[in-house]
């Protein structure tokens, strides 16, 4: 099967620019103390539920990957890009990661106590999205949780910009938990901050879980 143009044309981009990635965002988290927090409330609610490992998706060079891990709960990653991919298992070679896109993981129905992905779906044409979400819930085990990180917008349209590495959207908080109610979320929390210096845009985030079944 042909891969679609913007999934190619995402994977080509960022296996462009993988390494000086790493060079900037390997240790980002130390200056994020709120997103840090973030990470470890999704990590207990995690470890809480036991239903399973968290998927990393979007992993990039596993700085985010390796951060969880050592929380707590067992943590693994997957990018759309093999150069990033490289690069995460060379940093963190006692962690698994692989090759993988967001419209079909590799994994089996139910398998996940918790999905991460942060900024991930930031180049996912918006019609592309439900697919996504609908893979998430697949993946996701009753009662696990899904923290999503992007760029907020005002707009209740998705808002594309001029993303460094390829083209990119921008979406309401509520625009987007809308989207993931429809796919079957249940909202448990969000994050909304300001920009820090050399940022442009509102960082927001997004925790939302699979409801247990009846």
Wanted: aromatic share 8%; proline share 7%; net charge negative.
């Amino acid at each position: 099967m042909t891969e679609p143009s913007a999934l190619h044309d995402t994977r080509v981009a960022y296996d462009a620019v993988a390494s000086r990635y790493a060079e900037l965002f390997s240790n980002v988290l130390e200056t994020l103390p709120m997103e840090r927090a973030l990470l470890a409330a999704f990590a207990e609610l995690v470890q809480a539920q036991d239903a399973g490992p968290v998927a990393d998706i979007g992993c990039g060079p596993g700085h985010v990957t390796a951060h969880l891990h050592a929380l707590g709960p067992t943590t693994f990653g997957i990018d759309l890009s093999s150069a990033m991919v490289a690069l995460a298992r060379r940093a963190h070679p006692d962690l698994r990661f692989d090759e993988g896109s967001m419209t079909a993981l590799d994994l089996a129905d139910g398998v996940l106590g918790g999905i991460l992905a942060l900024y991930s779906i930031i180049h996912t044409q918006p019609q592309q999205l439900p697919v996504v979400f609908t893979e998430f819930q697949r993946v996701l085990a009753p009662g696990g949780h899904l923290l999503l990180g992007f760029f907020a917008g005002d707009d209740p349209l998705p808002q594309e910009f001029d993303h460094k590495v390829s083209l990119a959207y921008r979406w309401s908080p509520d625009s987007l938990a809308e989207l993931l109610r429809q796919a079957g979320f249940v909202e448990v929390a969000r994050l909304l901050r300001e920009p820090h210096e050399g940022e442009r845009f509102q960082q927001a985030h997004l925790l939302v879980r699979k409801p247990q079944e009846p």
